[in-house]
């Protein structure tokens, strides 16, 4: 295991970090998932916490908290909705809307892990916000700001709406996989109080596609 990883900010209570696309943000399920973002941080910052999750193939913004307290209170903002996150996605398809809300229940695909799936029964309250950036010809840029914070809610989301994400193995059909090298999904902006005093802060990650 490599202990590089890139530092956005730190203080005595937080840390951002610039997660790239492809590795996990916490440790998986087997011995060769142990190699993640939270453990590179972990090595070098032994108290070092995590606060939320990103996919592994979504790149940006990733929070660490660095005392149990700071923990504390920035899990209960993101619980709370009190963050704001912002995605950018480049998806197939050009919608006709210029801004649309998706809500869609969500909950896990157990006959196809590690998938989550739309189901109106047994799924949680999910909501994603969304806005046209750039139209191409084949495809469109979105600004995308999830409400609700599920597992792979963006990527069902705007699959669901007919706008899956270019390079999403799990989501998008085969010929809209091949379309990009990797996932094009970048957590490109989070805010959030600090866990001390309170102040807004604004963390941004320059979109890398």
């Known amino acids: 295991m490599t202990a590089t990883f890139v530092t956005v900010y730190q203080d005595d209570r937080l840390l951002v970090l610039e997660k790239p696309s492809g590795l996990l943000a916490v440790p998986g399920r087997g011995p060769d ?5 939270s453990s590179r941080v972990q090595a070098a910052y032994p108290t070092a916490l995590v606060v939320h ?8 913004v990733f929070l660490m908290a660095l005392d149990p307290a700071a923990q504390r209170e920035l899990s209960r903002q993101f619980e709370a909705r009190e963050t704001e996150k912002r995605y950018s996605a480049v998806v ?20 196809r892990p590690p998938r989550h799936m739309v189901d109106h029964v047994h799924g949680r309250p999910s909501q994603t916000r969304w806005r046209v950036v750039e139209r191409w010809a084949n495809g469109t840029r979105l600004a995308v700001e999830p409400i609700t914070g ?15 994400i270019l390079g999403d193995p799990l ?17 490109e902006m989070l805010v959030v ?15 890398p596609f």
């Open 33 to 37: 998932l142990q190699d993640c973002l």
């Open 171 to 187: 989501y998008a059909p085969d010929d809209v996989v091949v379309m990009a090298p990797r996932l094009m999904l970048h957590a």
């Open 193 to 207: 109080r600090h866990p001390e005093d309170g102040r807004l802060m604004t963390f941004t990650s320059a979109c």
């Open 53 to 60: 999750r990103l996919d592994r193939d979504t790149s940006g």
């Open 150 to 164: 599920r597992s792979h809610q963006i990527r069902i989301h705007l699959a669901a709406i007919g706008l899956p």
């Open 92 to 111: 197939a398809g050009t919608p006709e809307a210029n801004e649309g809300l998706v809500d869609l229940p969500l909950r896990k695909d157990f006959d």
